[in-house]
């Protein structure tokens, strides 16, 4: 049995917070620039002019968030954004290869619990981790399979948090 304090102290939980923060950091600039069509003018002319994309971003995130951000994750944060700006409005129809592919770069395993996905490749969920609405299909590395109950209760980022402090026990 953990204390939350303890769990909250976890090398692993505290890199997916970091990146639960960082996440909605780039939701909250999203619901932003829907609302206000001047801010997304600016951010995208400042996206197309730039020969420095972390630092690009780095601005960006201090002007609206007041937040500094590391080369890292601004690194992160603009391929995000950009993965928006990008987006195109269909679906991508993901094929049983690409489906099998992943499933084999996971071990059967599902991404989040752990879980074994079993043999049957069509029950098996394929699931954007940064969330289609956000990003669509336009970054390489935002899928993964899931086990059905994860996907179910994968409604907020801090789900997969939830899940992960489950595992540790
Ligand atoms: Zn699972």
Redesign the pocket.
Known sequence: MFTLEELASDETIKKEYKKSLLLNIFKKLVVMMKRDDTMKLKVRKLFLQTTDAEMTTKIIVSKYFNFDLSKEDAHTMFQWINAHFNKQPKRKIISLDFKEKLYRLQNGK?A????DLGEDLSKIQVDHIIPWVLVGDELENNYQC??Q??NECKSAHTDYIF?KLINLN
């Open positions: 599902c989040v619990c752990g879980e899931l086990c109950t994860c899940k």
